[in-house]
């Protein structure tokens, strides 16, 4: 762990050599099923804060670093939500703990289903939380013309990120991209906002970043070939916040059977850092649920 790293009691910090990278997470709890939880953007495993502690009573929970995020080494230009989900089935065999409840929140989701899709011995569950996937509508939230977001398009453009966003991070994280989403400062903290930009103010800090969201705009054809010659089987939920439907609709499109659906009420869409008493107890049903 670093010197200046964020923690919290109870948690293990390790890092795993696997698949061409090092991938920092961290861990806590020693019974129960395992879960792994995967963060979205602008995060890291530290969007699960609050979370971890509510789960590790009852399971195993490991939250990782995606590569090019956090404290896991940065991604080269090649990187995409195949090469995320190739890292997180290597580290799931590293950490040798057998098949998994997975949970991917939004920017994640991309790889979470990929993981589900080629790998289904490994995944329990798989839950999605505000999360989209390229070519089933997710490329539409950078269209700023039927009100998407700008900031994809340019973390997708070449260079932009290292331009723009870098030496500025603490200010884009904090003062734009969590007010811009309605977030309450008790949710997400000017501290919370120091220790994202840590990381994400690093040299190649938004590599992960950029790698997904380019994805995002280009991999549509993929998704949908994949869905269709390999629909999920296990377990899925999808949950949102209230009044959303776009992540059930997304991933009941890519599953075969039947999607969960969970709406929660007054949260808005960094659901782990906002509500993450109503996502344990929403996450915990669906594990039980999923059990043979």
């Known amino acids: 762990m670093n010197s200046d790293q964020a923690t919290i009691a109870g948690v293990r910090h390790e890092t795993a050599a696997v698949n061409g990278t090092h991938l920092h997470y961290v861990t806590a709890g020693d019974e129960g099923t395992p879960v792994l939880l995967v963060h979205g953007f602008p995060e890291t495993w530290w969007a699960f804060r609050a979370l971890i502690p509510l789960l590790a009573a009852t399971h195993r929970v490991y939250a990782v670093d995606l590569r090019g ?3 896991s080494d940065v991604a080269s230009d090649s990187y995409s939500s195949a090469v995320a989900a190739a890292d997180l089935q290597a580290l799931i065999e590293h950490l040798f703990v057998g098949p998994m409840h997975v949970v991917g929140q939004d920017l994640s989701g991309s790889a979470v289903f990929r993981l589900a899709a080629t790998h289904p011995e490994n995944v329990l569950s798989l839950t999605a939380i505000e999360a989209g996937l390229a070519g089933f509508g997710a490329e539409g939230l950078a269209d700023v013309t039927h009100g998407g977001v700008w900031y994809i398009g340019a973390l997708a453009a070449p260079g932009i990120a290292s331009l723009l966003f870098e030496q500025h991070a603490e200010a884009f994280i904090g003062e734009h991209l969590y007010p811009f989403y309605g977030v309450a400062e008790a949710a997400v903290t000017s501290k919370d906002a120091t220790e994202y930009a840590r990381s994400y ?9 950029v790698g997904l969201y380019r994805g995002m705009l280009a991999e549509g054809e993929q998704l949908h070939l994949l869905a269709q010659n390999a629909p999920l089987t296990m377990p899925v939920t999808a949950i949102g916040s209230a009044g959303g439907a776009f992540t059930h609709r997304t991933f009941d499109s890519v599953t075969k059977g039947d999607v969960a659906s969970v709406q929660l009420d007054g949260v808005g869409h960094y659901v782990a850092q906002e509500a993450p008493r109503l996502l344990a107890d929403a996450l915990i049903k ?5 059990a043979p």
């Open 69 to 71: 995020f956090g404290d």
């Open 201 to 209: 103010g690093r040299p190649g800090g938004f590599s992960g970043a």
């Open 286 to 290: 669906a594990f039980a649920a999923s």
